[in-house]
């Protein structure tokens, strides 16, 4: 990233040689992006970020539906990110049937549920990969093959999966897929979006328009250095995703156990299997999440829940929509693990977990 | 290679690279995250947000960062008009002028599709809006309305009396947007930021980091999201904050409001220096805004008789980066609708070549370009077709 903001520092659509070279730098990236989910680079569009990936995603769409009296119907889900459901409900506002799938106590939405709620005029189906709280996995292959004989899109909100599970958007069947760079080691401020070039073409009214750049669907100077951190993330993520997700998992096992062992009342959320390598959120019931979180502040970050709506008060919504009271989900903690988490990491963490809880548990009964 | 298209994008200075390495690497947190390592960072985010109010002279909660000059440019026109419908179920009007950045203008096309009244005020041959007929114009409406206006233009640095507007549109009560994209760090903002209600502004154009702009958001002006989700900047901008670049702007602005105007003034010899010297060397060359107030560094002028292309591609061969219009039309070979606008003819807008100056710029190499450009341009006349 570093020679991009210093001397490689041209903007891409610059006609001369600093603009060039930060073009061949941005097109290098979107090959990298593309190849991580099996796109091909011309079907990328960057963004500053999965947040405006989703919004572009299904914004865009709804802006091409143009017959006045049926805005039609989009389908989404329950656990899917603020990013996801705010879009929603301000469609809903301009006239969009919405449907939110509930989810099972893994957090996992009814592939027949899905079945059943499609219309002819649903235009879009909005599921995530991975949740960010709890780490399921929605069932990406039944879904996809589900969508594969309706006209309706699937938009993939795969900020929490891209870079940790493989995921081939031509396999899936995917048509839209918001990536986030800084959930996957590279910086922050930058995302892309993945628009399949698939027949009939997809056609999406831009949030931001000026310049022209991104074929017009997003405008605004390439953020170059981003642009090429994004790129370089995807490709390590692409060479070390399978090696990196066995040592999770093992890590996270690791925690786990420890936990269940020392602590009888404890309830891990989410799917057993079908889940992120990485993530784990784990209701410690009668203890307090917050006061947890405070005496375990000085050596470890964590956090109760996901990080956009730490400022917000009031339980998740995705632990309400897999049954936890608002008591549970206030005594719940999300682990994430990650690239810079050593298994003598792990153990620190599970000791001081289980002494607070204990002490804790003791001061309250 | 010499840099010549500082209005297009710019380098990072160093003490900018210097504040920002340490958001990649130990200070990586999630701004929003609450605990230490995420505050860490909310709290440089902070700092930075104070340092963009400060050189605006403004409160740090009207600060609200975005991916950039062309996200704010959106957010204010379609927020602005949209809230404008949610209230009143009644369009509303915008009122901006021909020379706007694509930004505004691409925005404003699509707002009139959606049944937006837009109209369009003309410039003068300076490229100058009238104040008394932008007023005129504004007083024939009864319709909720929005003026928006570029500060100093992308393509010939004219500047247009926005604080003079300002004023007499804040006595009647209408909004008013500034697009100050590129007059940041080059002119003092503080008091134009008292008479406006929304302000774009950009971190790239200054020496700080591409991706990363601010909308100025007057308290009280009603104004809808462009994007939605999450609870970042007050619920009105969401997504994870970009905190080394947000905290890069702040370096940027800090930078250039502490030698801006010692180093203006330093760019603006050179540019005079330029100018003069191509047109005694030159001959037949035609400067656009030339008579008005604009900004130091920059300097639009036509060659007249040949191709800009072609003197850009004469440019190149001897090291010399330059523009012709702006860079985000420069893929497309019409002549700018800017120098059009001004009623300069189809044959000298073509000619057109812009050249920004910036830190980094130094006599030796202005001297040099007065030296290769002459011998450049005597050449592609001797061969132009025209
Ligand atoms: C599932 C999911 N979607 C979207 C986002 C938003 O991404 P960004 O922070 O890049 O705007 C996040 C992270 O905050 C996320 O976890
Ligand atoms: C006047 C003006 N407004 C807006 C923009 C867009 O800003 P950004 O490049 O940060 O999107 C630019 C630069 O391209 C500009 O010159």
Wanted: glycine share 10%.
């Amino acid at each position: 990233m570093i020679p991009f903001y210093t001397t490689d520092f041209g903007n891409p659509s610059s006609a001369h040689p600093f603009g060039w070279r930060a073009k061949q730098a941005t097109e290098a990236s979107r090959s990298e992006v593309a190849s991580l989910i099996g796109a091909s680079p011309r079907e990328i569009v960057f963004t500053s970020g999965a947040t405006e990936a989703n919004n572009l995603a299904l914004r865009g769409l709804l802006e091409r539906v143009s017959d006045p009296h049926n805005r039609g119907h989009l389908i989404t889900g329950v656990t899917e990110h603020p990013a996801v459901l705010d879009v929603c409900d301000t469609l809903e506002l301009q006239g969009v049937d919405v449907t939110r799938l509930p989810v099972d106590a893994h957090g996992q939405i009814d592939a027949g549920q899905l079945r059943d709620s499609l219309r002819p005029d649903t235009f879009l189906v909005s599921l995530m990969a991975a949740n960010n709280e709890i780490g399921t996995l929605h069932p990406l292959a039944e879904i996809g093959s589900i969508l594969s004989d309706h006209p309706a899109l699937w938009h993939c909100d795969a900020a929490q999966a891209a870079g940790k599970i493989p995921i081939d958007v031509k396999a899936l069947g995917i048509d839209l897929l918001s990536i986030s760079a800084h959930k996957l080691y590279g910086p922050k401020g930058q995302g892309a979006l993945y628009v399949s070039r698939r027949r009939p073409a997809i056609r999406l009214a831009p949030l931001q328009e000026g310049g022209g750049q991104e074929r017009g669907i997003r405008s605004g100077t390439l953020n170059v250095p981003g642009i090429v951190g994004l790129g370089t993330a995807c490709e390590l993520a692409a060479s070390e995703m399978q090696g990196e997700a066995e040592r999770l998992q093992r890590l996270r096992d690791r925690l786990v156990s420890h936990l269940t062992t020392n602590l009888p009342q404890l309830r891990i959320n989410g799917h057993p299997e079908q889940r992120l390598p990485g993530c784990v959120s784990i209701c410690f019931d009668g203890v307090d999440g917050r006061d947890l979180l405070l005496q375990l502040q000085q050596d470890v970050a964590l956090s109760a829940g996901a990080a956009c709506a730490s400022g917000h008060a009031g339980p998740s919504h995705v632990l309400a929509s897999v049954g936890l009271s608002d008591e549970q989900a206030a005594s719940t903690l999300r682990f994430g693990l990650g690239r810079g988490t050593t298994t003598q990491q792990i153990d620190t963490v599970a000791e001081r977990v289980v002494e607070v809880c204990t002490r804790v548990s003791a001061l309250a009964s | 290679m010499i840099y010549l298209d500082h209005n297009a994008t710019t380098p990072i200075r160093p003490e900018v690279r210097t504040a920002m390495l340490p958001f990649f690497d130990e200070s990586f947190g999630n701004p929003s995250s609450p605990h230490t390592v995420g505050r860490r960072v909310a709290d440089a985010v902070d700092g930075s947000r104070a340092q963009v109010a400060d050189a605006l002279g403004v409160a740090t909660d009207t600060i609200h960062f975005t991916s950039g000059g062309t996200e704010a440019d959106n957010w204010a026109l379609k927020g602005v008009l949209d809230a404008h419908w949610l209230k009143h179920r009644s369009h509303g009007r915008l009122v901006t002028s021909s020379t706007e950045h694509h930004a505004v203008l691409d925005t404003a096309n699509t707002l009139a599709r959606h049944g937006v009244t837009v109209a369009y005020q003309p410039v003068d041959e300076n490229g100058i809006v009238d104040v008394q007929a932008l007023m005129e114009t504004v007083a024939a409406s009864p319709a909720p309305q929005l003026v928006s206006l570029l500060h100093a233009n992308n393509e010939t640095g004219v500047l247009q009396p926005v604080a003079q507007l300002g004023a007499a549109l804040r006595e009647r009560g209408v909004l008013f947007h500034v697009d100050a994209v590129q007059s940041l760090g080059k002119v003092d903002l503080q008091e134009l930021a008292q008479v406006v209600d929304l302000m774009s502004i950009s971190a790239h154009k200054i020496n700080g980091p591409k991706g990363t702009g601010a909308l100025y958001i007057r308290p009280g002006v009603e104004i809808e999201p462009l994007l939605h989700g999450g609870g970042q900047e007050q619920g009105r901008r969401p997504g994870t904050l970009h905190a080394a670049g947000i905290v890069g702007f702040g370096a940027a602005v800090e930078a250039a409001t502490h030698d801006g105007l010692a180093s203006m003034a330093r760019l603006g010899e050179l540019r005079d220096r330029l100018q003069d010297g191509l047109s005694d060397l030159v001959g037949d060359v035609v400067v656009h805004g030339g008579n008005v107030d604009r900004l130091a560094q920059t300097l639009s002028v036509s060659f007249v008789g040949v191709e800009a292309e072609a003197v850009l591609l004469g440019l190149d061969q001897v090291g010399i980066a330059a523009a012709s219009g702006s860079a985000c039309t420069s893929d497309s070979p019409e002549p700018s609708h800017v120098l059009l606008a001004m009623g300069v003819e189809p044959r000298v807008a073509s000619s057109a070549v812009r050249f920004s100056l910036g830190w980094g710029n130094d006599e030796a190499q202005i001297d040099q370009i007065l030296e290769m450009l002459p011998p450049l341009i005597a050449r592609l006349r001797e061969m132009s077709v025209f």
